[in-house]
């Protein structure tokens, strides 16, 4: 079993920055790729993006390339979140999945480990 969890929320003004730290413990973190994902109110949960195993390939979401980074170390995984919008706002999900290839998947159901979640409200 995998345990996640995700810290960094809060309330920021339009064009500011937050970053999202994630945690997973319980197995060995380097052979775990890690997506983020985040849901509105009455909106689908939406992806924002993944990095691989080995953090050498990173994926973004349309609507958050060019202003959100994805990078890991040896215990974490981090979203690096800049010119934020109002549209940003959103519960932000922290997840995991065992696998080796390069390319992870951009579906919540290619990740069996997810974190509780950590609320993200863009103020305008």
């Known amino acids: 079993q995998v345990h996640v969890v995700e810290s960094g929320g809060g309330l920021v003004q339009a064009g500011g920055s937050l970053r999202l730290s994630c945690a997973a413990s319980?197995?060995?973190?380097?052979?775990?790729?890690m997506g983020w994902f985040r849901q509105a109110p009455g909106k689908e949960r939406e992806f924002v993006g993944t990095i691989s195993f080995s953090g050498g390939a990173t994926y973004y979401g349309d609507s958050v390339k060019g202003r959100f980074t994805i990078s890991r170390d040896s215990a974490k995984v981090y979203l690096q979140m800049n010119n934020l919008k109002p549209e940003d706002t959103a519960v932000y999900y922290c997840?995991?999945?065992?696998?080796?290839?390069?390319?992870?998947?951009?579906?919540?159901?290619?990740?069996?480990?997810w974190g509780q979640g950590t609320q993200v409200t863009v103020s305008s």
């Open positions: 319980g197995r060995t973190f380097s052979d775990y790729a």
């Open positions: 997840a995991a999945a065992r696998t080796g290839v390069a390319r992870p998947g951009v579906l919540p159901n290619y990740y069996p480990y």
